[in-house]
């Protein structure tokens, strides 16, 4: 798994400067998913490692899922990653350059586990107060978890607040012990 991430990285880098470059982070983002979403299915896992499957039948298959013109750029990327079999590590390359995309935009998401659902009010108040904290726009991906009994608990990048109930009560049992 970290092979492939380091394998990964340039790539991605390369990428996001192109992108970066002709103010395409977004669309990059869509392609990237589409690749990364296609790479993970089996039927086209095995025609990547297929012998008989050329570069070039590869690629045009892969531009032809999205359903759109692929770009010369997306091409010849696709090119490079298939001529080096590097196109398993798809997936991988768009999480990294996710990561690269949400740093150079100032966004993040936080993960929010609640023990009941937030009121949109709640929502605001969590996203302004991460925003404050954070310096960045903050988007929440909110989950109901009743085992917690009461409050939540926030992941947003390598923060973690854990203010729920059962937390609260594990560190007592804790300070008891």
């Known amino acids: 798994m970290a092979e492939a991430i380091t394998i990964a990285r340039p790539y991605a880098n390369a990428i996001f400067s192109i992108a970066n470059e002709k103010g395409e982070l977004k669309v990059w983002s869509e392609l990237l998913a589409v690749f990364s979403q296609c790479v993970e299915d089996d039927e086209l896992a095995s025609m990547i490692a297929s012998p008989s499957v050329t570069d070039e039948q590869m690629i045009d298959l892969l531009a032809n899922v ?3 013109t692929v770009s010369d750029e997306a091409r010849q990327f696709l090119m490079l990653l298939s ?3 590097r196109l398993p590590i798809l997936s991988d390359i768009a999480v990294i350059y996710e990561q690269l995309r949400a740093e150079a935009e100032q966004v993040m998401t936080a993960d929010v586990s609640a023990a009941k659902a937030l009121t949109p009010e709640q929502e605001a108040n969590i996203s302004a107060a991460l925003k404050k904290r ?7 991906n909110v989950e109901v978890d009743e085992s917690l009994l009461g409050g939540a608990i926030i ?10 109930a059962l937390g609260k009560l594990n560190r007592l049992a804790n300070v008891i012990n």
């Open 155 to 164: 992941r947003a990048g390598d923060l973690i607040i854990d203010g729920s």
């Open 83 to 85: 001529e080096n079999n």
């Open 66 to 68: 999205t359903g759109e």
């Open 134 to 140: 954070t310096g960045r726009d903050v988007t929440l």
